[in-house]
């Protein structure tokens, strides 16, 4: 749990270094709460629902930013820019190289 602290300490730092832990424990863990938020939103049709639905949201916009660092950091770990970040905006073929850059091992500078 070490990681998921870290990724909100460091959440505006966008210059340094993030291992592969430091990225994958974060990032599977804000899925599996979107998730489990989405899935007892979705559970609960009536307003109690809505709440749900709306604690997704916000949880959603909240993480977005310290996401987007420690996403950009561990493209600094394998010895890429930040702005390896936009091959994202390409559909299929984009997502597939910027994922392969994630799970690529640390390079040493």
């Keep these: 749990m070490e990681e998921y602290k870290d990724f909100w ?8 270094t993030a291992s592969r832990l430091e990225f994958w424990v974060p990032t599977v863990a ?3 709460a979107l998730f489990v938020l ?16 709306f604690i997704a949201i916000l949880f959603t916009i909240v993480i977005v930013p310290p996401q987007i660092s420690v996403f950009i ?7 890429k820019s930040g ?12 997502l597939i190289i910027v994922f392969v850059a994630l799970i690529e091992e640390n390079k040493e500078y």
């Excluded at 979705?42 to 709440?51: D, H, N």
């Design 9 to 16: 300490y460091k959440g505006l730092k966008y210059d340094g």
């Design 30 to 32: 804000n899925i599996f």
């Design 38 to 53: 989405g899935l007892a939103a979705y559970a609960m049709a009536s307003s109690i629902g809505f709440v749900f639905l």
């Design 73 to 79: 950091r561990r493209l600094h770990d394998t010895s």
């Design 83 to 94: 702005k390896y970040i936009l091959w994202g905006l390409f559909p299929a073929i984009g």
